[in-house]
């Protein structure tokens, strides 16, 4: 007897492993590039040569986006157009600018973003443009092989062996007989400056062996103030709080004095009107009493006696 065969289930697990195999070739030959991105132009004036679909696109060495088409620029021939998804959220200002950049010896091609600054605006898409349209500029190797073809160029080499010639003849007329004795001149001073070095080394190594002796102790004072410059400033602030003591005990002083002296004015005025005038007479009293008693002493000295008998009568003139 023949097994009964289910036509339905094995074409149904075939068509599920079929769709399952074409999602793992899909993610697999898109796992780097997931996401939501926005569309771009650059504009490339050099060889694109080793960039292709899908090249990486780069910002800052990041990996932001891919090479989506590649094709000329159907309005100027002698540009390649680019068409790049970036991904959302990657700051691609108005100051960004693309370059192409080689990959070591394989030949291949990225697309590097740099630029970028924080103040600058958000790259918008203008009138007439499909995409917002991104700033290229040439590549390193593009650039000095620009330089290298217009040098090696027919008008490139025949400035070079103009400029070349003019350095020979300028050369030649600075060359002349009178400098060159001139520089001969200059050498034989120099050969008797270092013969004269030579012979006074040793002196200039004692020199030299002076002044580094000199810097240390120099070292050493400048270390032994710094030490000691501490405590000076600290008894130069204390002596000047004592000195700003003593001033304002000063003037709290003199303003006590002032003070007394305001109380003690009309004492001194009174004393000035009338004790002085009182005191000025018994001064002049004091002196009459004086000379009156000098004149008793005298009178006492030359006659002793007077005390008990009194002043002798005065001799009778003649006729009395």
């Known amino acids: 007897m023949e097994p009964k065969v289910h036509y339905v289930i094995v074409g149904t697990f075939v068509l599920v492993l079929g769709v399952v195999a074409v999602v793992m070739v899909l993610w697999l030959g ?27 696109v780069k910002y800052r060495g990041v990996n932001v986006g891919r090479v989506k088409a590649i094709a000329l620029n159907p309005d100027n021939p002698e540009e390649v157009r680019l068409t790049l998804d970036i991904l959302r959220g990657t700051p691609i200002k108005t100051d960004t600018v693309a370059t192409l950049e080689t990959q070591g010896l394989t030949g291949l091609a990225t697309l590097n973003l740099e630029g970028g600054s924080r103040d600058a605006p958000q790259l918008e898409i203008e ?32 400035k070079l062996l103009g400029s070349l010639t003019v350095f020979s003849e300028n ?25 004269t070095l030579a ?48 001033t304002e005990e000063l003037a709290q002083t003199g303003k006590a004095v002032q003070t ?31 000379s009156t008693l000098q004149r008793v002493a005298q009178e006492i000295e030359r006659a002793p006696d007077s ?14």
């Not at 060359?175 to 400056?193: I, V």
């Not at 009309?266 to 004091?286: A, K, N």
Request: proline share 5%; net charge negative; hydrophobic share 30%.
């Open 30 to 56: 898109k796992s780097d590039y997931r996401g939501v991105y926005d569309q771009y132009h650059a504009y490339m004036r050099q060889s694109v040569a080793g960039l292709s679909i899908n090249s990486t």
């Open 171 to 195: 050369a030649r007329a600075f060359m002349n007989e009178e400098n060159r004795a001139k520089f001969e001149g200059m050498l034989n001073d120099l050969s008797r400056l270092s013969h």
């Open 260 to 290: 007394i002296v305001q109380e003690s004015r009309p004492g001194i005025q009174h004393f000035t009107r009338e004790t002085l005038e009182e005191t000025g007479q018994l001064v002049t009293e004091l002196r009459e009493l004086t």
């Open 199 to 246: 012979k006074h080394s040793e002196t200039m190594g004692q020199g030299i062996e002076r002044a580094s002796e000199a810097a240390d102790n120099l070292a050493m004072v400048t270390s032994r103030v710094n030490q000691d410059l501490p405590e000076l400033l600290e008894q130069i602030h204390r002596s000047t709080m004592a000195v700003q003591k003593v």
């Open 307 to 320: 005390l008990l008998y009194g002043r002798p009568p005065q001799p009778r003139g003649p006729g009395e």
């Open 127 to 158: 009138p007439g443009q499909e995409y917002p349209v991104i700033q290229t500029k040439p590549s390193l190797f593009y650039r000095l092989d620009m330089a290298l073809s217009r040098l090696l160029s027919e008008q490139g080499l025949s």
